[in-house]
């Protein structure tokens, strides 16, 4: 008797069709295209290389861990941790300063379209020891792409100085600041009325040692030892008295008045003295053998 032919199961269906599933919320979609963020690296061979959580998924937890930790740095650490993909704190500190805020997705595209951060993943962070740098190690890291000119300004006037007197400023503003400043710092400037006239130095005078006098005041019971000067200097005959325009300000209303009198002065540096109340706290500040996690930001 002849075979009968085989028939395929009626409950069995073969489908070649690829669909790619969202391990968070389980959404699955016929195209990963304006679903997924692509991963350069290639760790997720089975979807195609395209991260395995939606990016509906992965702006919600942006937004939770954002809010959990009050910073968008670390939501976006702990984002791209899970997604695998590079973490540096200087990228993410040039997407803030174009764009106003970086989220994963900004990271992710720049990462897939940059050359230099391709193939990597988030073990590249770890082990270039990028979680553990600080503030002034990024700055530090920027400010040696400068060109050698600019890095020879920044150390001259450094050195000149005594001190960086740009601590603080966004980095394009240091690398103009420092720059500009070294200009005054030239052979034959006393000759120079124009470059004289645009030295506006200013004196914040509170006639004590303040920081010093303010860990005392709120930490140390008002007891007060070598803060209190009760100097009699006056800064505005000490400026005429070298040559150059001295201004006082003893009150809020008077200060744009004051600067622009020492815009005015053409001929000569000008030096403005505030006069503070030694009482006046500034913050924020840190407690004696505090850390960072113990800012201050109002009494």
């Not at 959404?27 to 939606?54: L, R």
Request: glycine share 4%; with cysteine; hydrophobic share 35%.
């Amino acid at each position: 008797m002849p075979r009968k032919p085989k028939t395929a199961d009626a409950d069995i269906i073969v489908s070649d069709k690829k669909s790619y599933k969202c391990l968070c919320c389980g959404k699955e979609y016929d195209s990963p295209i304006g679903h997924f963020y692509k991963n350069s690296y290639g760790n997720w061979k089975a979807n195609d290389n395209y991260t395995p959580i939606c990016k509906e998924c992965v702006t919600e937890m942006f937004e939770k861990y954002s809010r959990m930790y009050e910073s968008d740095r670390t939501a976006c650490i702990i984002l791209c941790h899970i997604l695998d993909i590079p973490f540096y704190n200087s990228l993410y500190d040039s997407i803030v300063q174009s764009s106003g805020t970086c989220t994963p997705g900004k990271m992710s595209r720049i990462v897939l379209n940059q050359r230099q951060f391709q193939m990597q993943t988030f073990s590249n962070t770890l082990t270039n020891g990028e979680l553990n740098k600080n503030a002034l190690d990024v700055r530090d890291e920027k400010e040696q792409k400068w060109s050698k000119a600019e890095i020879q300004a920044k150390d001259d006037v450094i050195a000149i100085v005594g001190y960086d007197p740009f601590e603080g400023h966004a980095e394009n503003d240091r690398r103009y600041l420092f720059s500009d400043l070294i200009k005054y710092f030239e052979d034959g400037i006393e000759d120079d009325p124009y470059k004289l006239s645009q030295i506006i130095q200013v004196v914040i005078n509170n006639h004590v040692l303040g920081m010093v006098r303010q860990w005392q005041t709120l930490f140390y019971d008002h007891r007060y030892s070598n803060t209190v000067l009760n100097d009699k200097v006056d800064f505005v005959k000490l400026a005429e008295a070298m040559g150059a325009v001295g201004i006082r300000v003893t009150k809020k209303e008077e200060i744009a008045a004051a600067f622009e009198e020492a815009k005015k002065n053409t001929k000569a540096p000008t030096v403005i003295e505030f006069i503070i109340d030694p009482e006046e706290m500034v913050y924020p500040m840190i407690k004696p053998g505090g850390t960072l996690e113990d800012m201050i930001m109002d009494c």
